[in-house]
């Protein structure tokens, strides 16, 4: 599909124009006094910011998510969903409204796309609770009254966290979806000590084989353990600054924008371009330090010596990460998480996507990890 021949807006901005110039308007002719909401939320790069020109190809636009009670969903979004293919506006700052289904069947995505007809438009009508479950998979939360439980935080990947608190709301006449929001915007206290604790464990379980993969000959092999290290330090410092990480192609934009992004970049950029392994053993070193500075410096622990040392009696420098393992999951005392292994949420331990998007095999396989905390944490 040619881009329209429009300036780039962001997408947020977008749907914004379109709520308020568009939506609204109609909505407030044809069901004087309706409760709703209006949010560009869920899926999407122009949810965490990231869209560009580029993002236009496929399921961008005019975008809109409207929620209503359940009951009002039944009674009223068929005849929204008419409402506005009849009378939306053909277009938003030139931007079609009206979107077709791809030719090809393996990818079949909405495409903008002028139109004479009715308006196939991307305002979805939903309830809060059904769009949660859709999204991320916690089912039965009252967003007034509840929290998530412990298998709760650990079987929802991060992106579909972030998807859900990022983004923009610009209408919340029943509050619902802000409360919702709200109570999703971060971990409670005990689960991101324990998230931070599996992060540091995860690294200390690679981190002395750059060193022995060069030492065998294996140079692409050491090299290749030294991104993974640079993608695991990049969620810890996510982590740390209390910000979910999206999947891998936004990791590096996400990362981009943390407080300590300019003091790391040169040194993991330096691991990662590295074709020696003293050069790419001493640029890890660095940005260790830097991050084990960075968690001294949260005040979660007493403050563990952030240096360099030799793993054991081999020659490899290392940060030894389990020692900072250790003082965090020392500092957890939610019963439900100190007995669990330190192998966290679902993303620290998979990164596969067709399963990151299945709810189901994912709380059960929390679940054979140990994880069948239904307690609410604090």
């Given amino acids: 599909m040619p881009t329209p021949d429009a300036p780039f807006l962001p997408g947020l901005e977008l749907a914004r124009i379109l709520y308020e110039e568009a939506v609204r308007p109609l909505l407030d002719d044809a069901f004087p006094g309706l409760r709703h909401a209006a949010a560009r939320v869920g899926s999407g790069s122009e949810v965490l910011g990231f869209d560009t020109a580029r993002s236009a190809d496929h399921e961008w636009g005019p975008r809109l998510e409207l929620f209503l ?41 909405g495409l903008m796309e002028p139109t004479d007809g009715p308006v196939n438009h991307r305002v979805s009508t939903q309830d809060v609770g059904t769009w949660l479950t859709r999204e991320t998979g916690l089912t039965g939360l009252d967003p007034t009254r509840t929290e998530p439980t412990v298998r709760d935080w650990l079987a929802t990947p991060q992106q579909k966290l972030a998807e859900a608190t990022a983004g923009a709301v610009f209408h919340d006449g029943p509050g619902t979806l802000t409360a919702v929001r709200r109570r999703l915007a971060w971990y409670p206290d005990q689960v ?31 090299a290749v353990v030294a991104g993974r290290l640079v993608r695991d330090l990049m969620r810890l410092c996510l982590l740390l600054e209390r910000r979910y990480a999206p999947y891998g192609k936004w990791l590096g934009s996400a990362f981009g924008r943390l407080a300590v992004a300019e003091e790391l970049m040169p040194s993991l950029r330096g691991a990662l371009a590295a074709t020696a392994y003293p050069e790419r053993e001493r640029h890890l070193c660095d ?33 030894r990460a389990d020692r900072f393992a250790q003082a965090l999951a020392g500092t957890v005392t939610d019963p439900d998480l100190r007995e669990l292994p330190l192998t966290g949420g679902v ?13 189901a095999p994912i709380r059960a396989a929390t679940s054979a990890l140990g994880c069948d905390g239904e307690r609410r944490p604090s």
């Fill in 69 to 109: 009670a359940p009951d009002e969903v039944a009674e009223h979004g068929a005849r929204i969903r008419r409402l506005l293919a009849d009378r939306l506006p053909k277009e938003v700052r030139g931007w079609p409204t009206h979107f077709r289904q791809a030719d090809d069947p393996l990818d079949p995505v």
């Fill in 192 to 222: 991101w000590r324990y998230l931070l604790a599996c992060q540091w464990q995860r690294i200390s379980q690679e981190e002395a084989f750059v060193g022995r993969c060069a030492e065998a000959g294996d140079d692409l092999g050491s």
């Fill in 287 to 319: 940005a260790y330090e830097t991050v084990a500075s960075l968690q001294n410096e949260s005040g979660l622990v007493e403050p563990v010596d952030p240096r360099r040392r030799p793993y054991h009696s081999r020659p490899f420098l290392v940060l």
């Fill in 347 to 359: 993303d620290q331990w998979a990164d596969n996507t067709d399963f990151l998007h299945r709810p």
